[in-house]
């Protein structure tokens, strides 16, 4: 597919006047798919595509993420997920996205030490949780203080793409990463009405998440070592996805010039969805209702039936066809947690694994591809920790925070304009407003 970029692709449009021609070039990338670049179409044809949902549409480029939904194959700037999450930690993978190579020793020490340095948050900020009431959705309370951030970091109106240079979006890139799990910990406290905790500059990025969540003045609060490994593994393997709606989101906001902080809080909100980030506490609430292994046929009976809303939450994938490379790993990390904390014995989990075997024996989910995918464990293993089901939206956004702004900072520094989708227009044609009727008691 290499001489794909050289093909011009002509159609002969009839329904146009004179059936006129429009000649589209191709688009290639490293790996397939290839694609056609219809920029110039609606100038040619005075056509435009039509994609609800973006399914055949490539809103950008990007060197960041490829996914092969086909083969079940997810690389981060050429490396496989499933290598990244067994032998790097997430800050290795947040500066492969941000800056394209694996970091040496040196330079990964001094970003773990930027890290901690900016993970504190101006004192300011705690006077905004006592604007929420204590049982907001931590989503909500996550949104709001992040876009807050943008008042006390960088100028507010600067225009991201001519007036910041290189040097500052990568600040403003590091103090995002460090700063989310301080943002987010904080959440999850006020909440249950618990002192905030400063973060550690003793403790790895993942320890310090658990350290501030977890521990209490006064008291020593010692790390699990596997408990944290694990919770950097379930951080790495959420941390970029390609072009679904956060990211798209957050590139979309960026593209009209407004600071990072407004872009990844525009990218929380996307995710803050039942279809998008909180698909793994929508599998528990699914576990919940289904109660015991005994009454797992009747539930999937009802997933059979077209007539029944019933589905089954945390298989399947829109993009991923075969299987969700995550999902093996989630699995895998969810039987060490378990094993570790000696919850062996969960009902989550029984119930779990015999959904997940009937699914993968039974010819209907077989043949409609629903394997298992990321979301089906991880909520398992948050619950296991400790963690309630409103907070895992919240640390899937903790963990993406540094794909968003490897894809904005790789949006900004490409040249590309704001973005504006066009639309087909259905409403009324032309018409004019009818004269009003003589008002009584209206004097002219």
């Known amino acids: ?7 011009t692709l002509e159609w002969q449009l009839r329904s146009t ?21 219809m920029r110039t179409l609606h100038r040619q044809s005075g056509l435009v595509s039509f994609d609800p949902g973006f399914g055949s549409t490539a809103s950008c480029e990007s060197a960041l993420t490829y996914i092969d939904g086909e083969r079940g194959e997810l690389l981060h700037r050429g490396y496989p997920v499933e290598q990244l999450c067994q032998h790097k930690t997430y800050p290795e993978v947040a500066w492969l996205l941000l800056h394209g190579e694996l970091p040496d020793a040196a330079t990964l020490d001094r970003f773990n030490s930027d890290l901690s340095r900016e993970a504190f948050l101006h004192e300011q900020v705690r006077n905004f949780f006592n604007g929420f009431r204590r049982d907001s959705h931590p989503m909500a309370m996550l949104c709001g203080t992040l876009a807050a951030l943008s008042s006390f970091h960088g100028d507010q109106t600067a225009d991201q793409r001519h007036r910041v240079t290189a040097e500052e ?14 943002l987010a910990a904080w959440a999850y406290r006020y909440g249950r009405g618990l002192p905030l905790i400063y973060p550690s500059a003793e403790l790895p990025y993942a320890g310090n998440m658990l350290h501030m969540l977890f521990s209490m003045p006064g008291r020593e609060w010692k790390p699990n070592p596997v408990l944290v490994r694990a919770f950097d593994r379930i951080m790495t393997l959420h941390i970029d996805h ?3 709606v956060s990211t798209s989101t957050v590139r979309m906001a960026g593209s009209s010039g407004v600071n990072p902080f407004a872009c990844v809080a525009a990218g929380v909100a996307a995710l803050w969805g039942p279809a998008h980030g909180g698909a793994n ?3 528990l609430d699914m576990l919940d209702e289904i109660g015991t292994v005994e ?6 009976a009802r997933v059979r039936d077209r007539a029944d809303p019933t589905r089954l939450m945390g298989f399947g994938h829109r ?4 299987k969700d490379p995550r999902a093996a790993l989630m699995r895998a990390i969810c039987h060490e947690v378990l094993d570790e904390l000696g919850a062996r014995n969960d009902p989550h989990l029984a119930l779990a694994m015999e959904l997940e075997r009937i699914a993968l024996e039974d010819d209907y989910f077989v043949n409609r591809k629903l394997y298992p995918n990321v979301d089906f464990y991880s909520g398992i293993i948050l619950r296991a920790m400790g963690i309630p089901s409103s907070m895992f939206t919240v640390f899937f956004a903790v963990a993406r925070t540094a794909g968003w702004v490897a894809q904005w900072k790789e949006m900004v520094e490409s040249g590309a304009g704001i973005a504006r989708p066009r639309q087909i227009y259905t409403g009324p ?4 407003v009818p004269p009003s009727a003589p008002r009584t008691g209206v004097q002219s």
Do not use: C
Not at 1 to 7: C, G, L
Not at 17 to 35: E, F, I, K, Y
Not at 169 to 174: G, K, V
């Open 1 to 7: 597919m290499a001489d794909f970029p050289q093909k």
């Open 17 to 37: 006047p004179g059936g006129m021609a429009v000649r589209l070039p191709g688009r290639s990338g490293t790996l397939p798919p290839q694609g056609i670049d």
């Open 169 to 182: 979006r990568d600040l403003r890139a590091l103090q995002l990463i460090a700063k989310m799990p301080t």
């Open 242 to 244: 390609g072009q679904n």
């Open 281 to 283: 506490e929508a599998v």
């Open 295 to 300: 009454r797992i046929p009747a539930y999937m």
């Open 319 to 322: 993009i991923y066809r075969s």
């Open 429 to 432: 044609a032309r018409r004019d």
